[in-house]
């Protein structure tokens, strides 16, 4: 039996020399490093610095301290304000209490009146630190600028007499409440014993390296595996290094671990009892304290909840951790017995700070489903497929998917152009600056790897084993110096970036066999996010312009083994409207069937057929991107 790429008359060695050929960061059709300097160089305040200036700066305009608090608060609109709230110290909490009647623990706090004409009783301080958190010079404190890296100075915030004496009824209300929490998770993690104190520690440590990038704050400490200031493992410090924390606890007696230390590993435990590592990044940018934690615990309790039927999960009776703790084991079991089955989930990411919030959808409502009916239109006009919905479209493709097999169009395979054709409608139906999707380029390898067991040979495949097709609009050309060039080129580092994250996800999904453990790997998403400035951080994201996105992911099933992100759908702004839910419920449905395709694409392999993805390589983008600006310019006739 001949091959997909031997029926279009190329030899699967050719195609490999091809792929080592189209390697990022090539740019423009030159191998990589062969430009004797940068093409684009990227301004050192691009992204997250130049939103934190601004933010800085409406709060310098504000005409009272409480719109100042607010404009931190939410950094300039980027971000909720309760995120910011929720990362405040205990001194910094009960000062803005006092100060703007502004709290998360209560709703509808009066704000105070302030006499501005009485003379301070002292004059304090409000600040920004460069990594997005509002902080105040309280009456024990020094100048913020002598103790905290600043965006830029600080505001003067004058206090009453009055404001001293309700500050510290405040302050040492919330110290007291702190340091019961702190004995309570001594006491929990005490009574555990070494062995099963490491477990935790191991179980943390394992969630904190297979997930994306975070950062915890315990009151002024950091807890971060993102950059710079790294102490817990990540893609900069490994188990075993002397600046991580975890490592550093491994069988350390419980009077030795600090108060920060015990606090952490508590709550990162019980997050991840909750719904596994992926809820680590819903704290991300706040304080992790027990009550802070008991929040958002009690926040997803309400979401399940609502899901009708099975049995509703009672609220915790305390914030004490043996009744948090049971509440985490219900939660999950209900997530994953109830509302997984019954209800779609996605989360809300809000890129300045990295946050994510998990959300419970609503109905699938009209503005989704005249989206997935003029996509749905578009694929029956170019694809051999019928029906009206993509449930229909998928059961055309079942029932008689030989095509996907055989060269269609200007595609060597059927697959190929269904990918081509749904990610190019999606970019024009959802109004999109980029669409695109990844996968794997031979299915029939995976399942000779998979028939061998061959996990070691796997995690060894190179990201250009992976595909990603990425379709921009071609009047986005106007956010890359209306460059045509450029937007392929743009286009180009999307797809090998998601290539990479293929390769990264793939591990995630086999057995725990050595190679597999010691390989880099995340842990594959299962549920879809919109998000939102996601501009802010990632390098690429900056780049790319990457503002307002969303990411379906889908499972696909190969002999028998389920791959859970082994595919998905990117929908992507430069600017303009972000996108909302009903854009991610469509979205999710036409990621839907593009993974119900490579399901039938496996289907087939597995009688016999060869079917391999040759398409979207560095070269395909550039013709591809140029063919369409090309049409763009042509007059339209007019019948």
Not at 136 to 156: K, M, T, W, Y
Not at 225 to 239: D, V
Not at 596 to 612: H, P
Request: charged share 25%.
């Amino acid at each position: 039996m001949t091959s997909s790429a031997e029926r279009n008359g190329t030899s699967r060695r050719a195609i490999n020399a091809k792929k080592r050929q189209s390697r990022r960061p090539s740019r423009l059709g030159l191998l990589a490093g062969a430009t004797p300097k940068p093409d684009r160089l990227k301004d050192e305040d691009a992204g997250f610095p130049t939103l934190l200036k601004r933010a800085w700066e409406k709060a310098v305009e504000a005409p009272d301290l409480r719109t100042a608090v607010n404009a931190l608060l939410t950094l300039d609109g980027h971000v909720p304000a309760d995120v910011q709230l929720r990362a405040l110290r205990t001194a910094d909490e009960a000062a803005l209490k006092v100060l703007c009647g502004i709290s998360w623990r209560e709703e509808n706090l009066p704000a105070p009146v302030r006499d501005t004409l009485e003379r301070p009783a002292f004059l304090g301080e409000l600040g920004l630190t460069t990594t997005g958190r509002i902080v105040v010079r309280v009456p024990s404190q020094g100048s913020l600028a002598d103790e905290e890296n600043l965006v830029d100075g600080v505001i003067d915030v004058p206090w009453s007499a009055q404001d001293l004496l309700d500050y510290e009824s405040e302050v040492n209300r919330a110290a007291a409440r702190y340091a019961d929490q702190v004995v309570d998770c001594r006491q929990w993690l005490a009574a555990l014993g070494t062995p099963a104190r490491d477990e935790l520690l191991e179980t943390v440590r394992e969630s904190a390296l297979r997930t994306a990038p975070f950062v915890l704050h315990q009151e002024g400490k950091l807890y971060t595996n993102f950059r710079e200031g790294n102490n817990l493992i990540g893609k900069t410090l490994w188990a075993g290094h002397p600046s991580e924390t975890f490592s550093s606890l491994l069988g350390v007696e419980m009077e030795r671990w600090s108060d920060h230390d015990a606090m952490l590993v508590v709550c990162l435990t019980l997050l991840v009892r909750s719904a596994g590592a992926g809820r680590i990044e819903e704290a991300n940018g706040t304080q992790l304290t027990l009550d802070h934690l008991a929040y958002m615990l009690e926040r997803t309790r309400r979401n399940y909840n609502a899901v009708p039927g099975g049995e509703p999960v009672p609220a915790a009776p305390t914030h004490r951790v043996e009744a948090l703790n049971a509440l985490a084991t219900a939660l999950r079991e209900r997530r994953v017995g109830h509302v997984l089955p019954n209800a779609q989930l996605y989360r809300e990411i809000h890129g300045a700070l990295m946050h994510k919030i998990e959300r419970l959808a609503g109905p699938y409502g009209e503005v989704s489903r005249q989206r997935e009916a003029d996509l749905t239109e578009r694929l029956r006009d170019r694809l051999p497929v019928t029906g009206a919905t993509f449930e229909e479209l998928s059961a055309s493709l079942t029932a008689a998917p030989g095509w996907l097999a055989r060269p269609y169009g200007e595609f060597g395979t059927g697959l190929e152009a269904l990918v081509y054709e749904t990610v190019a409608g999606a970019t024009d139906v959802f109004e999109a600056d980029f669409a695109m999707s990844r996968g794997m380029r031979s299915i029939p390898e995976l399942m000779r790897a998979l028939r061998e067991q061959s996990w070691a040979e796997i995690t060894k495949w190179d990201i250009t084993d992976f595909f990603c097709c990425v379709v921009p609009a071609p009047a986005a050309k106007r956010y890359f110096e209306d460059s045509v060039p450029q937007l392929a080129d743009t286009a180009w580092a999307m797809s090998s970036r998601m290539q990479y994250n293929s390769w990264h996800f793939i591990a995630g999904n086999l057995p725990k066999v050595p190679a597999v453990v010691e390989r880099d790997h995340f842990i594959p998403p299962t549920i879809p996010d919109v998000a939102f400035y996601s501009d802010q951080h990632h390098h690429g994201h900056v780049a790319a312009k990457v503002r307002f996105s969303i990411r379906s992911p889908q499972a696909v099933e190969v002999m028998g083994r389920k791959f859970n992100g082994f595919m998905d759908l990117r929908l992507l702004r430069c600017e303009g409207r972000p996108f909302d839910e009903s854009d991610l419920l469509a979205a999710h449905r036409t990621s839907g069937f593009i993974a119900g395709a490579m399901s039938a694409a496996a289907a087939l392999v597995a009688e016999g057929e060869d079917i391999e993805v040759t398409a979207f390589d560095s070269e395909w983008h550039l013709k591809s991107v140029q063919a369409a600006a090309a049409s763009a310019r042509q007059p339209h006739q007019v019948s």
